[in-house]
């Protein structure tokens, strides 16, 4: 029986978790898949988004001792994570140098080892970190045309598809407060809603073709398929 907690920082993602990553993982033996938002609403406020990085090792920690047969994994985005001081995430400050699969790999080795650190390895050892590059919308340029389709907004397929093709992967569509993903869907579509557009997006980009496209993706969901033998 192979349980799974999926943190996550917004409602995106958490629908993401339920309608899309969940019944995957069904197919691959989990008989519970179910995603939670970090931190109480204070602290989301607070922070306008992802919370610092002690609230969410201490909620995972948290969960995993009190489920001892559970892992735990992440859905954050790279883009606006705190990169120091006391709510700064591990490795988010040194990792700007490298290339887009190192930089989340540095910060997903930095977090498993802060982890470790502070909690130990017996329940480390559950703990999946995963960072989606550069934000969670990047994975919906996946397939631009399915993408236009999900949001019933087929006329933007072209649109869409000049964005993917400024970059080598979808995971490459950067991440500052102008050209981060969602703030080019925003450019194109003013009434975009995250939680409802960017799920039937994802829906219909389909998670084959997000793990083709996407390397960071592909690494952490081939990890979480492979939980039900570890």
């Excluded at 990792?95 to 982890?115: G, K, M, R, S, Y």
């Excluded at 992967?169 to 557009?197: C, F, M, W």
């Excluded at 996407?214 to 979480?224: G, K, M, N, T």
Aim: glycine residues 8%.
């Amino acid at each position: 029986m192979t349980r799974l907690l999926v943190h996550v920082e917004g409602q995106t993602e958490e629908e993401f978790v339920n309608e899309v990553l969940a019944p995957h993982l069904y197919n691959f033996g989990f008989t519970w898949v179910a995603a939670r938002l970090v931190g109480g609403p204070r602290a989301r406020k607070r922070r306008g988004g992802i919370c610092g990085w002690p609230i969410v090792r201490t909620e995972v920690a948290k969960h995993l001792s009190d489920d001892t047969n559970a892992f735990a994994t992440t859905i954050v985005d790279y883009y606006a994570l705190p990169k120091s001081g006391v709510n700064g995430w591990p490795g988010r400050d040194t990792c700007e140098h490298l290339a887009v699969p190192q930089q989340a790999q540095h910060i997903v080795d930095a977090l498993a080892a802060d982890f470790s650190a502070r909690h130990g390895e017996h329940l480390a050892g559950r703990f999946i970190p995963f960072i989606a590059m550069h934000e969670f919308e990047g994975l919906l340029f996946s397939h631009p045309d399915r993408m236009a389709q999900g949001m019933g907004l087929s006329a933007l397929s072209g649109s869409f598809q000049n964005i993917r093709g400024s970059f080598a992967t979808p995971e490459h569509i950067n991440d500052s407060p102008i050209t981060a993903p969602s703030k080019r869907i925003l450019d194109l579509v003013p009434g975009y809603q995250k939680v409802l557009h960017g799920n039937l997006a994802a829906i219909e980009v389909s998670l084959p073709t997000m793990r083709s496209e996407c390397e960071v993706f592909a690494s952490w969901l081939s990890r979480l398929e492979a939980l039900q033998n570890a």
